[in-house]
């Protein structure tokens, strides 16, 4: 079954300064999607990207950015110039084309930016 | 407005029970799910639906049960609550399954005493 890692349970940064959020994953399927949420204090579950397999363009929106990398089977989320309002805990998933009715998703990495 | 709804947000029960959480969408989608949350592990899947009368369990089934009768609705029910489901859950719905994003709901926080 696909798996999903997110090693980094807590992280801490000062404003203005970039944060790296990893996100490992396993699969055996040659096409899966990958996604990152983000749940701010307030505690809703908010889509922030979504990629297929056979996209391995780095994205960037605005301050966001993401790194997919298949040789590492890694999907990292940076943050640059981080700001408070970014504090929140953000999770990686996976899902898998031949069962995709199983979304599995990281244990989450609670970011704090402090002022 | 696009949303999912779920009820109560908040509810503190005893064991053993019978409760139902409840939950809406109005983007017509197919696929309606239900996770847990708890700390250190994530959201985990308890059922999922795939259309009208049609569901199956996810990771974390034991304990629950579901229904879909209609397509907007998924209640999530526990017959006998036990103080290991406290957590807080959350409804989800997709117009594909896994394959696109899920639109989640602002989730209902469950105390079981």
């Known amino acids: 079954a696909q798996k999903v890692t997110q090693a980094q349970t807590e992280i801490s940064v000062v404003e203005k300064e970039d944060v790296t959020l990893d996100c490992v994953y396993e699969t055996r399927d040659t096409t899966y999607y990958l996604f990152w949420y983000k749940q701010p204090p307030s505690g809703e579950l908010v889509f922030l990207i979504r990629r297929n397999s056979f996209d391995e363009q780095n994205e960037i929106s605005g301050r966001y950015s993401w790194n997919f990398q298949k040789s590492t089977s890694s999907f990292n989320f940076t943050i640059t110039a981080s700001q408070v309002v970014d504090s929140a805990v953000y999770f990686c998933?996976?899902?898998?084309?031949?069962?995709?009715?199983?979304?599995?998703f990281g244990a989450g990495t609670r970011l704090t930016v402090k002022p | 407005e696009a949303q999912v709804t779920q009820n109560p947000r908040y509810l503190i029960t005893v064991t053993g029970k019978k409760l139902t959480v409840t939950c809406s969408q109005n983007?017509?989608?197919?696929?309606m799910s239900w996770y847990r949350q708890d700390p250190g592990l994530g959201l985990r899947q308890i059922y999922y639906s795939m259309n009208v009368e049609v569901t199956d369990k996810g990771d974390v089934p034991e304990g629950y049960k579901v229904s879909r009768k209609e397509k907007r609705n998924f209640p999530l029910i526990l017959e006998s609550p036990s103080p290991n489901q406290t957590s807080l859950y959350f409804c989800?719905?997709?117009?594909?399954?896994?394959?696109?994003?899920?639109?989640f709901g602002p989730g209902t926080r469950l105390t079981v005493t």
């Open positions: 998933a996976l899902s898998e084309s031949y069962n995709n009715n199983d979304m599995r």
């Open positions: 983007m017509n989608h197919e696929y």
């Open positions: 989800a719905s997709s117009s594909a399954g896994g394959i696109h994003e899920q639109y």
